[in-house]
């Protein structure tokens, strides 16, 4: 008897307390999109709701490289907010994408901006100041978001490291020669890839690594698979983008969008003067400016192309159907002099068929029971559907002519025929004509 009370005392006083991240993201449920098991996992599988065409579902990695010795698990203050950024921008009200594919891209920006930040030596957005987000602009502008951590310092450290044998260069035998590898060092760097490395700092360590009698892999080439292909370095030196800039800048203000779901490292003040204050930004940094491509983008275009042909074969025969038991349901409503047959019928028809409502992205069930469009669904289809009216005469009648332009390989005179007066030309394009 006594042996057991003392094992049970011994256990109570072994068990662990809960770390913030267990208690903060356990406490999240798990959401529809996600198809990994639970948030707590550091590598999240997002469904794409179909927005990615060739890869299908998309993986964020929580687990990266920060700097040297350290990674993004170690730092738990940035791995909350990391994950309740992911979170949130695909859930609730106040979510800011209706893609996945969105998502690993903010990640890995937010990921950019805490090894700056690291770098500093400032450990919590809550310490951020005004001046360091001053100081961001102009790192960013001087050397690239590449070049905001210290890597050429860095290097330095490195190398002598090696020198004094400190460090070895890790390395693979293949045939007569010892290929470097050069992932660990990049790591030991503080970037997740060599391809995150400044173009000039990874030509310096390929000449030292030549220099220590060790061979250079050559880089795969464009159209083999990596599975790094997530990090590749998307910024040469010398050509900063402004639409990349843009959705760098975003990540810090994120903090402030979301800044209700992040009490455990809530950000003091606004980054940046809201969504055109980024644009100007952007615009004033930039060494190579925004503009339209000459062609539609492949990903874009295949996008586009699948969710028309979606609402043409999926719906059209499901909303033929809807709007002709409506109208026979509103002439039951009329014989029985209801004082308003139209909402009477739609309110019936919609919870006769609930069971084929969903939620995702693309989809036209349930449309708002109004014939008119509800305020705002423009801008937030997940909680505003669209009416019957918008979903007969603008989006149905857009989708079939995206398909029939794509079909025809975009010929104008199978375009301008398909009714008289449907379709205008506004600089060249052509314009779907519709009546509100």
């Not at 267990?22 to 927005?51: C, F, Q, Y």
């Not at 100007?280 to 190579?288: E, F, G, N, T």
Request: charged share 30%; net charge negative.
């Amino acid at each position: 008897m006594v042996k057991a009370v003392a094992a049970a005392k011994k256990t109570r006083s072994t068990r662990t307390q809960k770390s913030d991240h267990d208690r903060i993201i356990g406490a999240l449920p798990k959401p529809s999109w996600m198809v990994n098991d639970s948030p707590l996992d550091n590598e999240w599988i997002v469904r794409t709701h179909g927005g990615n065409v060739r890869k299908g579902d998309v993986t964020v990695k929580f687990d990266v490289v920060i700097a040297p010795g350290v990674r993004s698990i170690d730092l738990e203050i940035d791995l909350i907010t990391a994950k309740l950024l992911a979170f949130r921008g695909l859930t609730g009200n106040d979510a800011r994408y209706d893609s996945g594919a969105t998502i690993p891209i903010n990640n890995r920006n937010y990921f950019a901006f805490v090894r700056w930040r690291h770098a500093r030596g400032i450990e919590r957005n809550a310490e951020l100041t005004k001046d360091d987000i001053d100081d961001l602009v102009k790192d960013l502008e001087v050397g690239g978001i590449v070049g905001l951590p210290p890597y050429r310092q860095r290097l330095g450290e490195l190398i002598q490291k090696i020198e004094t044998g400190e460090f070895e260069i890790p390395f693979y035998c293949k045939g007569n020669k010892k290929y470097a590898r050069k992932e660990p060092l990049a790591n030991a760097l503080g970037a997740p890839h060599t391809r995150s490395l400044p173009a000039s700092v990874s030509h310096d360590l390929d000449d030292f690594i030549r220099g220590q009698g060790l061979s250079i892999q050559p880089r795969k080439g464009a159209g083999q698979d990596d599975e790094e292909d997530d990090l590749v370095n998307e910024i040469e030196e010398g050509a900063l983008s402004e639409n990349r800039i843009i959705s760098f800048l975003t990540a810090p203000q994120l903090l402030f969008y979301y800044r209700k779901y992040l009490t455990h490292d809530p950000i003091k003040f606004e980054p940046f003067e809201g969504e055109d204050g980024i644009s100007k930004i952007a615009k004033s940094i930039c060494r190579v400016a925004a503009e339209r491509s000459f062609t539609t983008p492949a990903y874009q275009a295949c996008f586009l192309v699948n969710q028309a042909i979606t609402w043409i074969t999926t719906y059209f025969d499901e909303i033929r159907d809807f709007t002709n038991d409506l109208d026979e349901t509103i002439k039951k409503y009329e014989a029985l002099n209801h004082w308003r047959p139209t909402e009477a019928a739609f309110n019936e028809r919609l919870r006769e068929d609930r069971d084929k409502y969903t939620t995702a992205p693309g989809s036209w069930w349930p449309i708002h029971p109004s014939y008119f469009a509800a305020p705002g669904w423009t801008t937030n289809v997940s909680e505003y559907r669209p009416a019957l009216r918008p979903v007969l005469f603008e989006l149905l009648a857009t989708a079939a002519l995206v398909v029939i332009a794509a079909f025809a390989a975009r010929r104008k005179e199978e375009m301008g025929s398909l009714k008289a007066d449907c379709i205008s030309t506004v600089d060249g394009e052509f314009w779907l004509v519709v009546s509100a």
